[in-house]
């Protein structure tokens, strides 16, 4: 007679278990926790990896997005395990498609340095316009909050010192950095007006200077420009006299700042960056000593677009979001040398960024 199958099973069982009910599969338990999906665009650049990280470490879902024209993925490569973290290679001057719910949108997504937009002028009027476009379109259909990443540039070169959100800028339209500060204007104007006519959760933040890890070598800017020479034995270069000012802010700062511009219920555009001047040639004595090397300062000749002065007014800030910065430069420069010195030798000489080539006629 054939065996019950049930007699199989018990068969198969150790002679110690049989009399002992079967076990059960264990229960896994799963925490009920709700993440709030954000999508960063700009992610593998300077500021949306950061920002990636702080989302992340507050505990959102966080998906993020470049076409890695100026950004690398080196910068977030040590997401890339999470599964709280997912990557779009994606150009957002493109159709913007993401499945599921978002709560929130940073665009960060654009060029950000003169060398870089001054190669690609095009993409970077696309990205302020066609991008965000795209974007606030995606925030619409998300019932998603967005905020976009202005820039000091909006106020061109300012007639006005320091600058405040109330003053309207100086900005030749045709200029040398056209293509980026009407772009950001642009951008600005958009955002506002779908605010005002489909009432869209926006928030935009001015951008003054902002260092930090993470920042490109080559990308044209003063604090990377010094480190780079700098660590690679070269004379640090000066345009003009080296009385021009500027203001730097560390990126741990700016982010807080945004963070909260971010929660706050503040439509219109709020100026993130550290008041603190210091002229050119004082920072790169500053340079000089924190990398204990013994160049000189060489001096060439000004750009004739190069602003002798940034200030930021950050009244409004420390009012909203009572937020002011808190890493002094001292701090911050120590912080970011440590980044630089890390660096390979390739990297340290690498002239170019590698994706110029392959995305700039597109
Ligand atoms: N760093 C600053 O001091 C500063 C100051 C003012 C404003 N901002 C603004 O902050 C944002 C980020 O600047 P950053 O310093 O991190 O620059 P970044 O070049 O390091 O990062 C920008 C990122 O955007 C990506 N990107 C550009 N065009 C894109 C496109 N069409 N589609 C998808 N991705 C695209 C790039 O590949 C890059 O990863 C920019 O919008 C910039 O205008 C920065």
Redesign the pocket.
Known sequence: MAKKSTDRIKARRPVAARNKPAPRAKLRLVKPVHKDRVLI??????????LCDRFLKEGFHVIG????????LK?IEHLFKREDFEFYH?????FVHVPGDLRYIL???????PI?YEK?PI??L???SL?THNLLGLARVKKARIL??????VYGDPKVHPQDESYWGHVNPIGKRSM?DES?RFQEALTMAYHTYHGLETRM???????GP???LN?G?VVPAFMGQALRGEDLTIFGKGDQTRSF?Y?DD?IEGIYRLLLSDYAGPVNI?NPKEVTIKQFAQEILKLTRTDQKLIYKPLPSDDPMQRQPDITLAKKLLKWQPKVDRAEGMKRTYAYFKSLSKAELNEKEHF?FEKYARK
């Open positions: 665009t700009g992610a593998a650049g300077f500021l949306g990896s950061h997005m470049d076409n890695l024209i100026t950004g690398s910068n994606h150009d957002v001057t493109k665009h960060f997504a654009s060029p950000a340095s870089d690609i993409q970077t696309k990205v302020g991008g976009v990443a202005s820039t000091s540039e980026y950001k933040v001015r951008i003054f200077n902002t260092y993470r920042m490109r990308d800017r802010c990126v700016l960056g994706s």
